[in-house]
């Protein structure tokens, strides 16, 4: 019972912090948490697929261009806050439009699926914004501020968060993560894998919806090529893996420790920064194969289970 | 549509084909023997068309020569990374999953190195030379001398990788562990010595493909990614393992490239490739030719 | 349980910590700082390159005067450029301007590189009240943007540039013509603007095509055009569009008596790689050593002593010319602030290595669009004819 009222606490000030950020620090230091809230968020939506059933996803990418296209389209025309609820929302239909066919498909089949569904994306809006408007590209005129954006991405974070916990530890998550151990023999106990997937899936999917939205919005100009980049799903992997794959907390170190590792060095080495991250990332997988959290984890178990006896 | 013209779609897909052949093989070598998806692929060819490049400029070595010189640096490349980093992982890994997922990792890291090196070395300007330009016309189709070069090249070493497969011991023994890795090593294959030859190989291949690409495309330490994607969609429709799938897979992609652009609008061609590639994993999820080992 | 929720508000706090570390405070006034991001790194790193290198050039150029000299400290301060790479990414060089702008608090902003991330910094002058001119960009779009702190340079925007390649072709009494694009932003937004010239002058358009970004083999689409025999060949492409089709057109023997593509002859690796095939070739610019401008002969062999190679004839010149305005507007205003700095600029007209050039609006509009061409290895600018520097060489001659 302590514990869960001192993560409760700890939560909670965590949260404080963040909301009076933006009357504290300058403008840039709020744009570097804004920046992590979004990767924060996009990594936790993106281990409630592939964390917890395995099926690793190139397509996080493609939800995020969806988002931002759906907010340039529809920036100045309806309000804000509904712009970034009808992304999400769009994200997810079109992650359940496609659920079912394309889940069946597994390993690294489903990978590179996901990975040619990006492109696909793509490549069908160049042609779109051709046929529409005759150039490719967008501009966002007039876009709320630097504050307005952090908070929503702020709330976005929060519920990405809370998701993740909640379907880890609820009956669906247990269901998951008998996916991922062994698809066959979850199916013959009588789960639904299917539906469970498309779930994980659609739910997943809204989140990166979202954040393109509001990211659109701080660019002020899209084109396909920067939003559908498969970059943004990259990065996303990375962090999850070092945050290792099922944990929620671990999801939120991966980012951290990525954006540290970025800010103190892309500024001054900004070659140098990449090449420090690939080094980086072969020595986690060489030193510390199951991710950062979950051996510190494993430890804090062992000893509470001996203090136990 | 005359002849002519028949004969110049043929033959310019298959000269892209060749080299997606030339790639795809080599990606689908190491996945189907370790079960790795090499993301950095792309950047071996960066590698062999940056060195072919430089030796060109700089001390007048024609690409000719630097095909081997780049082979022998990629293969050179290939062992070391096996050797330190890919096979320590592969003993250590729990199951195939975490295998599969450590890996893609660690080769991120490494793409994400060498492109950077290859900024920080030679700057991210484009680059470009021209070498064998004079045309020929075979049966009434012109092409450049160095694209029947790269076709020359890409067939014969296909080839030879098809015929080495099939006729020799070493063949053998990699298609026997890529078709089941524990009886082969029940009956004495060395599981490490043949992974060191397929990253060799593999890297090899796309250290030539790059060097042969490099003479009529440009050239950026940001080239690879693209020729990645290719390679994984060209192995995934082979079917993951068939190496005789993914080199015909490469030849066919080329084709159809070529096909696509001339018959309908050029423009539609990408959503046309991505389209049927999504639709055929969809509908044979292990891929046109299927598992199967040849 | 407690461990666990420790590491997460550990990092947090170590996160914390980073970023509110001090950063390099200002000294006292002893250069003038200068801001920007630049993609080092990323999808625009080539074409940045260019950009970054006349930057440098400028910096050490204005050093070797001893700096610029400013009134209100009754001295010449040298020149110090602050950047940081971002990345090719727009919300990476917003978070940099805004770091430059609130944390570093430099003196003078200056323009990042390639059109969308000029859209995406914009906001950034109107926010914070600094004057950016801006460079490397090219979008009609750009005289859209509401705001009084921002301008462009570029004289090759699209209705611009599209109106004077129409008119070069109506001079060379050009009837037929064939059109092939890339599927891109500026080879768009640049068709966009020829067609409707193209229709007013009567030409006859005997093929219009496109092709996808990035496509390796145009050798079909190639011959097409050549089957159809047009006098020119208008290809609105981008540099790897151009080196292959270049090697392509010579492949297939396609040899129009004018053939223009859009961005790539101007392009550094051009030259070195086609050597005499690129005779004749035309492109889109607005520089050329050539130009009978003040400093333009002396910025390129400056350029080519110190990078060992000739400069981008369209990014490194704007970029140099952006920072010559900021120079002029510095002495004349004699101080670093910014609603004077950005008045003058509003109102006066400049001299820089590429002409006069002044602002109407957003854009300058003192700098034609004109049309470049390979003679006898090097670029020429053969159009309008108030600034040209030599005579079209028409039909182009065949390829060697």
Redesign the interface.
């Known amino acids: 019972m302590g ?2 009222r ?2 409760i606490g ?2 909670g ?2 949260l404080l ?1 963040l909301c009076l950020l933006p009357l504290m ?5 709020v ?3 804004l ?2 809230m979004m990767w924060i968020a996009l990594t936790e939506s993106w281990i409630i697929l592939s964390g917890y059933t ?1 099926y ?1 996803s190139l397509g996080h990418s493609a939800f995020f261009g969806l988002g931002a296209y759906l907010m340039a389209i529809t920036w100045t025309h309806i309000p804000y806050g509904l712009g970034v609820i009808l992304a999400g929302l769009l994200s997810t239909a079109f992650a359940f439009a496609i659920g079912f ?2 889940l ?6 489903f ?3 996901t ?3 990006t ?2 994306t793509k ?2 809006f ?2 779109l914004e ?1 046929k529409l408007g ?4 967008r ?1 966002l ?3 709320p501020g ?1 504050h307005t954006l952090y908070y929503s991405i702020l709330v976005v974070t929060a519920i990405a968060t809370i998701t993740a916990y909640f379907v880890k530890n609820s009956r669906f998550g247990t269901g998951l993560f008998s996916i ?1 151990e062994d698809e066959d023999a979850a199916n013959a106990m009588g789960i639904n894998t299917s539906l469970y997937k498309w779930l994980a899936f659609g739910i997943s999917a809204s989140f990166p919806g979202m954040v393109g939205a509001i ?1 659109a919005l ?6 396909p ?2 939003v559908f980049s ?1 970059i943004v799903s ?1 990065q996303v ?2 962090m999850a ?1 070092v945050g290792g ?1 099922e944990d929620v ?1 671990g999801a ?2 991966g980012a ?2 990525l ?2 590792i970025s ?2 060095l ?2 001054r080495y ?3 920064y ?2 420090i ?6 020595f ?3 030193f510390m ?2 991710g950062l ?1 979950f051996p ?2 494993r430890r ?1 178990l062992m000893r509470r289970k001996g203090k136990d006896r | 549509m005359d002849l002519t013209r028949v004969l110049q779609i043929i033959f310019t897909g298959l000269i892209i084909g060749g080299i997606y052949a030339l790639i795809a093989v080599g990606l689908n070598l190491i ?1 189907g023997t370790m ?1 790795l ?1 090499n993301i950095a692929h792309g950047e071996l060819i960066m590698v062999g068309a940056y060195v072919t490049y430089w030796l060109y400029m700089l001390y007048g070595v024609s690409p000719l020569l630097s095909m081997v010189l780049v082979v022998g640096l990629s293969a050179i490349i290939g062992l070391l990374v096996c050797f330190f ?1 890919f096979l ?2 592969i003993r ?2 729990k199951s195939i ?2 295998l ?7 080769f ?6 060498f ?3 290859a ?2 070395l030679w700057t991210a300007d484009i680059r470009g030379y021209s070498y064998m330009t004079r045309v020929i016309h075979i049966a009434g189709v012109p092409l450049m001398y160095n694209r029947l070069l790269a076709l020359g090249v890409a067939l014969f070493v296909c080839l030879a990788c098809y015929f080495l497969l099939q006729k020799t011991m070493l063949g053998k023994a990699i298609r026997a562990l890529i078709q089941d890795r524990e009886a082969s090593q029940l009956v004495g294959i060395n599981a490490n010595f043949i992974y060191l030859i397929s990253f060799c190989a593999a890297f090899g291949m796309a250290g030539l493909a790059g060097c042969l690409l490099s003479m009529f495309y440009e050239i950026t330490p940001f080239m690879g ?1 693209p020729y990645t ?1 290719i390679a ?2 060209v192995i ?1 429709l082979g079917g ?1 393992g068939n190496i005789l799938g993914s080199l015909l897979g490469g030849f066919l992609l080329g084709l159809l490239e070529t096909i696509g652009v001339s018959v309908t609008s050029p ?2 061609r ?2 046309l490739s ?2 049927v ?2 639709l055929i ?2 509908i044979r ?3 046109i030719f299927g598992r199967g080992v040849y | ?9 550990l ?2 706090i ?3 910590g ?3 570390l001090p950063m390099s405070q200002a000294s006292a006034k002893d250069a003038i700082t200068m801001g920007f991001s630049i993609s ?2 990323g ?1 625009y790193a080539a074409q940045a390159a260019g950009q970054m290198d006349a930057y440098q050039l400028w910096e050490e150029t204005v050093n070797n005067r001893g700096g610029i000299h400013v009134k209100k400290y009754g001295k010449k301060l040298p020149v110090k450029l602050v950047y ?2 971002d ?1 090719s ?3 990476t060089a ?2 940099v301007y ?2 430059l702008i ?2 570093d608090k430099v003196d003078v902003v200056l323009s990042p590189a390639t059109t ?2 000029h ?2 910094v ?2 950034m002058a109107e926010k914070y009240k600094v004057p950016i001119v801006g460079s490397t960009a090219a979008s009609v ?1 750009l005289r ?1 943007i ?1 705001t009084e702190y921002f301008w462009f340079i570029t004289a090759c925007v699209p209705d611009r540039q599209m109106e004077a390649l129409v008119d070069l072709l109506k001079h060379l009494k050009i009837k037929n013509i064939a059109i092939i694009y890339a ?3 500026f080879p ?2 640049n ?2 603007f020829l067609d409707p010239y193209v229709k007013e002058a009567g030409f006859n358009v005997l093929l219009r095509k496109d092709y ?1 970004m990035g496509a390796k083999d145009l050798t079909t689409l190639l011959s097409e055009v050549k089957a159809k025999n047009p006098e020119a060949v208008i290809a609105l492409c981008y540099v790897p569009g151009s080196f292959t089709m270049t090697t392509q057109a010579q492949e297939v023997g396609l040899n129009p008596k004018l053939f223009f593509q859009l961005i790539g002859p101007a392009a550094v690796p051009f030259g070195p790689k086609f050597g005499p095939a690129a005779e004749g070739l035309t492109t889109m610019g607005h520089w050329s050593p050539k130009g009978k401008w003040p400093g333009a002969r002396d910025f390129h062999d400056s350029y080519v002593a110190k990078f060992n190679k000739k400069p981008d004839y369209l990014n490194s010149t704007l970029a140099y010319a952006s920072c010559q305005i900021v120079e002029q507007t510095i002495e004349k205003v004699g101080s670093l602030d910014w609603k004077k700095m950005r008045d003058y600029i509003a109102a006066h007209e400049f001299q820089t290595i590429n002409g006069p050039m002044k602002f109407s609006g957003t854009e300058n509009t003192r700098t034609p669009s004109m049309i470049l061409q390979w003679q006898k290895g090097e670029l020429e600018i053969i159009w309008p004819e108030s600034t040209a520097t030599a005579k079209p060489l028409y039909p182009k001659p065949a390829w060697p």
Request: glycine share 6%; proline share 5%.
């Open positions: 514990k869960e001192r993560l700890a939560i000030l965590i912090f620090a300058s403008d840039y230091h744009s570097v948490f920046d992590l395995g690793i066919p394309f069946r498909v597994r390993g690294p089949y990978v590179i699926l990975l040619g569904l492109e696909f490549f069908l160049i042609n051709i005759g150039t490719v590209g501009i005129m007039m876009t630097l991922k990211l701080r660019r002020s100009y899209i084109d090529y920067t498969p990259f992997i990375v893996f794959l907390e939120v170190v951290v420790i954006t540290l800010e103190a892309w500024a900004p070659y140098t990449m090449i991250l690939g080094i980086v990332m072969i986690i997988v060489k194969p199951l959290v510190i984890k804090i | 996945y079960r998806l980093i320590p992982i250590s890994s999953t975490v599969e997922s450590n890996s893609l990792l660690v991120f890291g490494l793409s994400f190195i492109t950077n090196v900024s920080l990614l994607i994984f969609i995934v993951l423009g539609l990408p959503i991505y389209s590639f999504i994993i969809l999820p292990k891929g | 349980m407690k461990n666990k929720t420790a590491i997460v508000f990092s947090f170590v996160a914390v980073f970023v509110c080092l790194t999808m940081y790479d990345k990414q727009a919300e917003v978070r805004e770091k609130t944390e969308g991330i859209f995406a914009a906001p779009k859209d509401k599927q891109e932003l768009r937004e068709l966009q996808p």
